[in-house]
C-alpha cells in the first residue's frame, strides 16, 4: 500500500481559467500541487499542455465524456468528438488515466441499461491501452438510485468491467446518493484508482429533484463537512490520486483548495 498522491480537478477554478489561464496555474502551483486533472482539453491539448509545461503542473489524469454519442440538459445538447480524437489530445497532454465523468440517469435504471454502458466501456479498452492510456469512469449519484441484482447500479457496473478500467469514486456524491462511503469502497475493492476527496455537508440529491437548480449543494474543505476524510482514504487502499474539487463553494476558492491539501496531507496524501 501507498499513499495517494494529491491531485486537483481543474473545474474547481473554471472561471479563473476562462479570466487568465497562466495566472491561475501559477497560483495553483504555489500552493504546492504539481497534479491536475484536466477537463475541457479536447479541441485545445497543445495550448494547454504547453500552459500546464510553463506552470510546472502534470496531468496524469483527464475527464472527458467518450461513453455517449451526445449529452442533453435541458435545451442544452453536447456533441461528443470521435473517442480517436479524444485519445489523440489526452496524448497530447500526457494523461494516463482518461475517466467519462458523466453517464446520465435514465442509463442506470436498468440491468439491460448497464449493461450497454459496461459493453461500450470495455470495448474501447484496447484502443486506448495502445496508446498507454487507461480508461475510467467517476460517478455522480444517479448511479446509486437503482438496485441491479441487490446491489447499486455502479457496483453492478463495476462488476461488468474489463479488469483494466478503474473507477474515481466521488465521495460527496457517493454519500448523496445515499452511500456509506467507506463501505462502497471496501466493496468495490482495487478497481477504484482516483478518489474525489469532496467533502460538505449532505442534503438534497439534485439528481433526484424535478428541478435541480432549486437544490443547494453544501460543498466544504476537506474534513470539515459531513464524510470521514481519513476513513476514507483507508478505503481505498489501491488509490493512486486524492483529487481535490469544487463543484460549488461559498468562499474564496484557492483559500479551500490550500487548506483541503493540508487535510488531505495530514492524513498521508503525498
Given amino acids: 500500500m501507498t ?10 477554478v473554471r472561471d479563473a481559467l476562462s479570466a487568465d489561464l497562466p495566472g491561475t496555474l501559477d497560483r495553483i502551483a504555489a500552493l504546492g500541487v504539481r497534479n ?11 495550448a494547454l499542455r504547453a500552459a500546464y509545461d510553463a ?19 435541458g435545451d442544452d445538447v453536447v456533441t461528443v468528438p470521435p473517442f480517436t480524437s479524444i485519445l489523440d ?5 500526457g494523461v494516463e488515466v482518461l475517466i467519462d465523468p458523466m453517464v446520465l440517469a435514465p442509463r442506470w435504471s436498468s440491468a439491460d441499461e448497464v449493461a450497454k454502458t459496461a459493453e461500450r466501456l470495455n470495448g474501447l ?11 475510467g469512469y467517476h460517478n455522480h449519484s444517479q448511479e446509486f438510485h437503482h438496485d441491479i441484482d441487490g446491489v447499486p447500479a455502479l457496483e453492478h457496473f463495476a462488476g461488468l468491467l474489463d479488469d483494466r478500467v478503474v473507477l474515481e469514486v466521488d465521495a460527496f456524491w457517493a454519500a448523496t446518493g445515499g452511500q456509506d462511503v467507506p463501505a462502497l469502497l471496501r466493496r468495490l475493492g482495487d478497481r477504484v484508482r482516483l478518489l474525489h476527496m469532496k467533502d ?38 489501491a488509490a493512486e490520486y486524492a483529487v481535490i474539487e469544487f463543484d460549488v463553494y461559498d468562499g474564496d476558492l484557492f483559500d479551500a483548495i490550500a487548506r483541503s491539501a493540508d487535510a488531505l496531507r495530514a492524513e498521508g496524501v503525498r
Fill in 3 to 12: 499513499s495517494p498522491e494529491l491531485s486537483l480537478q481543474l473545474y474547481t
Fill in 36 to 46: 491536475v486533472e484536466a477537463f475541457g482539453f479536447v479541441g485545445n491539448a497543445a
Fill in 55 to 73: 506552470a510546472g503542473l502534470t496531468a496524469p489524469s483527464g475527464h472527458a465524456n467518450f461513453l455517449s454519442d451526445e449529452l442533453r440538459f
Fill in 89 to 93: 489530445d489526452a496524448a497530447t497532454l
Fill in 125 to 135: 479498452v484496447d484502443e486506448a491501452a495502445s496508446r498507454g492510456i487507461r480508461l
Fill in 200 to 237: 460538505g455537508v449532505i442534503g438534497a440529491d439534485p439528481f433526484r429533484a424535478d428541478d435541480p437548480t432549486e437544490v443547494t449543494l453544501d460543498q466544504r474543505v476537506a474534513g470539515e463537512g459531513d464524510l470521514d476524510t481519513g476513513a476514507i482514504l483507508a478505503a481505498a487502499p
